[in-house]
């Protein structure tokens, strides 16, 4: 059942359970699961975080190691001339605005933290580029810090599995936190992610071979192909 929204009080104790359930099995289906980008530190997870948005994480690991070996540290993209990291970064798509993201968020971390990524989802958020979901995926994943980062498949599966029923990212993150242990926060988005890959589509789920369809309200199931 859908909690209605994020003035609810904390959930109860069969919500937490009903959650706890869902992210077991998704661990069971997933026992290792982390981000496909690659990168060596966080500031590379940062900016290939920020060139995933609207592209696959295989694009990304396409064009990343050219583009760390010709700028390896924040400081050098932060000095870096904007038409050559547009080219290098131009088959991700919405090749302009990330190379300004990139640029700027480099700069930022060196005018601000001396070149270092901060491990801390306030200050992250400060550098201009850098949003609440890449924050959250740099600190889940480059510093195992607890971080629950709400994508599309994330927001999508928590309100068909009726986890919560906010539509805003951040109220579906606070609704998710409320839910699990913060112990837990670091496990949720990769494997929500992957199983709104695999499994529950946007626009056909696979809601015939699913393990959590017991624990799911989504009216119009996908029957099983004949
Ligand atoms: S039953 Fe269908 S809609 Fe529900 S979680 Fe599974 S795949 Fe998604």
Redesign the pocket.
Known sequence: MPRPSSSTPAPDRAERRNARTILDRLVKRYPEMGTALDYVDPWQLLVATVLSAQTTDENVNKVTPPLFERWNTPEDLASADPEEVEQSVFSTGFYRQKTKSVIALSRDLVDLHGGSVPADLDQLIELRGVGRKTASVVLAEAFGMPAIAVDTHVKR?AG??GLTGETDPVKIELALRSLYPESRWAGVSMRFIQFGRD??DARK???WE?P??D??D?PT??PKPA
């Open positions: 599966l068909r599995l499994v529950c789920p696979r809601c699913c959590l369809r624990r799911c989504y199931k996908t």
